[in-house]
């Protein structure tokens, strides 16, 4: 871990929050979801931080200050945050998605497979740990195991529109004009904006 950063994230600690909020974990956790959600994100590094600090165990505090960390380019720092997540619940289906997230977005794209594996383990309900398996896999080009995943997305939330518009690219892939058809139309009937998010033309 940068020596840097950590002497940086201290000083934050110490001089940018108030010192109002006392010794409840919540609290802090509350303070820097507020302030993550004004882009302040020093201020809310430093308030995830000290919920952590109070409560190791709060795997959300954990999660959002890898975020904050994320938005700040504090790399290291960031993904021992969302390792720290996972240590703290391993049952925590999202704790392993944000994990195989930071890897597939830093091109460690194999290693994001075995985190978003875990994600399914932890929640076999979770969609979105399935949807971002097939990003993972669709990356490395593994079709088959990739509209496996969609399906699977798609089985569990049927309006998700990422679900059917990635299984429709995999289709394609795979030279299932049909499916890929009959895919994307359902994803559009759901975002109709879809195909400009995407770049389509229709």
Do not use: C
């Amino acid at each position: 871990m940068d020596s840097f950063h950590v002497v940086v994230l201290a000083v934050i600690t110490l001089l940018i929050i108030p010192a109002s909020l006392g010794e409840n974990s919540t609290e802090w956790y509350d303070q820097g979801v507020s302030l993550m959600n004004q882009s302040k994100y020093q201020d809310a590094a430093a308030a995830f931080r000290n919920a952590t600090d109070l409560d190791p165990n709060n795997t959300w505090a954990w999660l959002n200050l890898g975020k904050a960390m994320q938005e700040m380019n504090w790399i290291t720092q960031s993904y021992d945050a969302f390792k720290n997540a996972t240590n703290a619940d391993p049952n925590n289906s999202w704790a392993w998605i944000f994990r195989g997230n930071f890897l597939q977005n830093r091109a460690q794209v194999p290693q994001s497979v075995s985190m978003y594996e875990k994600a399914i383990s932890a929640d076999p309900s979770n969609p979105w740990a399935y949807y971002n398996l097939g990003t993972a896999q669709q990356a490395l080009s593994n079709y088959s195991e990739a509209q496996r995943a969609f399906y699977n997305t798609i089985q569990l939330d049927p309006k998700n529109e990422w679900g059917w518009y990635n299984l429709a690219m995999v289709q394609k892939s795979m030279g299932n004009s049909t499916g890929y058809t009959i895919n994307l139309k359902q994803a559009v009937s759901l975002d109709p904006d879809l195909p400009k998010k995407v770049g389509l033309t229709q």
